[in-house]
């Protein structure tokens, strides 16, 4: 018995493992030999680089090599995230044909290799140009291939420009065509524990100055004017926070600032640094240009900050240029006293019948005289 049971589980056993080598597993990684570059050589070729152009159906990117930054010229040449172009190129370099696909142009859509200015394609074009405008790489990227492994390569569906050969290749490309993805959003990061006083003249309104008091819980306080209404707090605070987390929505040259001046915000923060704040309203945007005075902290934010104009979330408006209404704490209004009932002994009004009045109850009969007793 124990010898017939032994047999089955033997013969059970054959079947499941013959069973899993049937079953196909996407997530294998075919053997290769690493393949070739798809662009061998690039390196040395890159340092001639001076433009970057991704196109596809629905929008291009173009960035241009100024010095040793490379920038958007969309955006009135402003710089963009320097890292993510490193890795970009860095991917170029190391890319690698590791499959042959499809020749067959009616395929391609379904590698994403198809135009890029076909409507409806996820193909994008990207290429690296010269100063003359002449190609030094060029490829047309489509879908990449996921795999669920982990420590396994990323790769993605290829194809040059006018080859009809598709290939998979092995390595990270990075390229998107949208600008806003290439720029690097965050102008300044300062705790408001740093804002120790704050000077604010508005157009059209009283100067306005608030102080932090003294002690690591000291909290801003208006000391201009010395009269006042009741502020709220958490207003207070959000001036204090004016430049933690700042971040811009748009960006042009300073040149090119929109918009009517509201006056300026000037913050004295620890460690000898002052910010002015320049903002400009435009209809519902609002617009900044900001500069940095103090030592070397000052001079990397104005490395950054000059010869440009931020498009900033509205509500910091109240933030950089408060006035002492924007301030003031909201009263809670007290709740209405009930109304008196003034028509309760008011006469009917004509054509108003009277209310019937309530009959009096019978009065008690009076008491019978008393009857003298009888002698």
């Known amino acids: 018995m124990q010898r017939r049971t032994l047999l089955l589980l033997s013969g059970a056993a054959v079947v499941v493992v013959g069973g899993?080598?049937?079953?196909?597993?996407d997530d294998t990684v075919p053997p290769t030999d690493g393949g070739a570059l798809a662009f061998p050589g690039l390196a040395q070729r890159l340092q001639s680089a001076?433009?970057?152009?991704?196109?596809?159906?629905?929008?291009?990117?173009?960035?241009t090599r100024r010095g040793e930054t490379w920038v958007l010229p969309a955006k009135g040449g402003y710089p963009v995230r320097q890292e993510k172009v490193r890795e970009l190129l860095t991917g170029l370099t190391e890319l690698r044909l590791t499959e042959a696909r499809t020749t067959d142009p009616a395929l391609f859509d379904r590698l994403g290799v198809d135009d890029p200015t076909k409507d409806g394609s996820t193909a994008t074009l990207l290429r690296v140009?010269?100063?003359?405008?002449?190609?030094?790489?060029?490829?047309?990227?489509?879908?990449?291939?996921?795999?669920?492994?982990g420590n396994v390569p990323e790769s993605a569906f290829v194809r040059r420009p006018g080859d009809n050969q598709a290939w998979l290749a092995e390595g990270r490309v990075p390229v998107d065509s949208d600008p806003q993805l290439w720029l690097d959003r965050d102008i300044a990061n300062l705790p408001r524990e740093r804002v120790r006083r704050v000077a604010v003249s508005r157009t059209g309104e009283s100067p306005l100055v608030l102080t932090r008091g003294e002690g690591p819980d000291?909290?801003?306080e208006v000391t201009e004017p010395t009269e006042h209404p009741p502020l709220d707090e958490t207003n207070l605070d959000e001036v204090g926070r004016a430049f933690e987390f700042l971040t811009f929505i748009d960006v042009r040259p300073?040149?090119?600032i929109p918009g009517e001046p509201l006056?300026?915000?000037r913050f004295e923060l620890t460690d000898n640094l002052a910010i002015t704040v320049k903002p400009r309203k435009d209809g519902e945007t609002l617009w900044i240009a900001i500069a940095a005075e103090g030592d070397?902290?000052?001079?990397?934010?104005n490395a950054r900050w000059r010869g440009w104009a931020y498009q900033v979330g509205p509500w910091k408006e109240k933030a950089f240029v408060p006035r002492i209404a924007d301030l003031r704490r909201e009263e809670t209004p007290a709740p209405a006293a009930p109304a008196a009932d003034d028509d309760a002994d008011a006469p009917p009004t004509a054509g108003t019948a009277a209310?019937?009045?309530?009959?009096?109850?019978?009065?008690?009969p009076a008491a019978p005289a008393e009857t003298p007793r009888q002698q």
């Open 20 to 25: 899993a080598l049937l079953i196909p597993n």
């Open 50 to 63: 001076a433009k970057i152009e991704a196109t596809r159906h629905d929008g291009a990117l173009a960035i």
């Open 129 to 149: 140009l010269d100063a003359q405008g002449a190609p030094i790489a060029e490829l047309i990227i489509g879908r990449r291939r996921v795999r669920t492994q």
């Open 218 to 220: 000291g909290k801003l």
């Open 254 to 256: 300073e040149a090119d």
């Open 263 to 265: 006056g300026e915000g």
């Open 296 to 301: 070397d902290e000052a001079a990397r934010f």
């Open 355 to 364: 209310a019937p009045a309530t009959p009096e109850a019978p009065a008690a």
